[in-house]
């Protein structure tokens, strides 16, 4: 059986590269560093360790490399300082850090899919947290 062809051209350094960088910015931001600290910790072992995850998360995604294991949407749903309203913020920043970190052209692409799964994980955000009976929002 043939091993599925990446989404795009990107290599795992790379990846590990944004990964690091964008977490580095994570931690001191003023909105989402203390989300992150309070469910991660300050310690780098314990950053180095959720940094390694999500790269295999993106590894995963991207190359198919089938190292992940990890269920994110749960997770997320299930740490009440995660709301919805931080995916614009988290999106945007990792943008940013693409930007600066990628080449252009692996940038667009991933930029693009992390802004597609993180659309997906608010909307469940927000729809597991609706009062009972509240009619779904559908955007």
Same mark, same amino acid.
């Given at each position: 059986?043939?091993?599925?062809?990446?989404?795009?051209?990107?290599?795992?350094? %790379?990846?590990?590269?944004?990964?690091?960088?964008?977490?580095? %910015?994570?931690?001191?931001?003023?909105? *989402?560093?203390?989300?992150?600290?309070?469910?991660?910790?300050?310690?780098?072992?314990? =950053?180095?360790?959720? #940094?390694?995850?999500?790269?295999?998360? =993106?590894?995963?995604?991207?190359?198919?490399?089938?190292?992940?294991?990890?269920?994110?949407?749960?997770?997320?749903?299930?740490?009440?300082?995660?709301?919805? %309203?931080?995916?614009?913020? =988290?999106?945007?920043?990792?943008?940013?850090?693409?930007?600066?970190? *990628?080449? +252009? %052209?692996?940038?667009?692409?991933?930029?693009?899919?992390?802004?597609?799964?993180?659309?997906?994980?608010?909307?469940?955000? #927000?729809?597991?947290?609706?009062?009972?009976?509240? +009619?779904?929002?559908?955007?």
């Amino acid at each position: 059986m043939n091993a599925m062809p990446p989404r795009f051209a990107i290599t795992p350094e %790379e990846i590990d590269a944004q990964v690091r960088a964008f977490y580095a %910015e994570i931690r001191v931001h003023p909105v *989402l560093g203390p989300i992150f600290n309070a469910r991660i910790g300050k310690s780098p072992e314990a =950053w180095a360790a959720h #940094e390694e995850k999500i790269a295999r998360f =993106w590894r995963n995604a991207i190359l198919h490399e089938r190292n992940y294991d990890g269920r994110p949407q749960q997770v997320h749903m299930a740490t009440p300082s995660v709301m919805p %309203e931080h995916f614009p913020i =988290w999106l945007d920043l990792f943008e940013e850090t693409a930007r600066r970190v *990628l080449p +252009v %052209e692996v940038a667009v692409p991933w930029v693009a899919l992390a802004r597609r799964i993180g659309e997906g994980m608010r909307m469940g955000i #927000e729809q597991v947290r609706r009062p009972p009976g509240a +009619v779904p929002v559908l955007r």
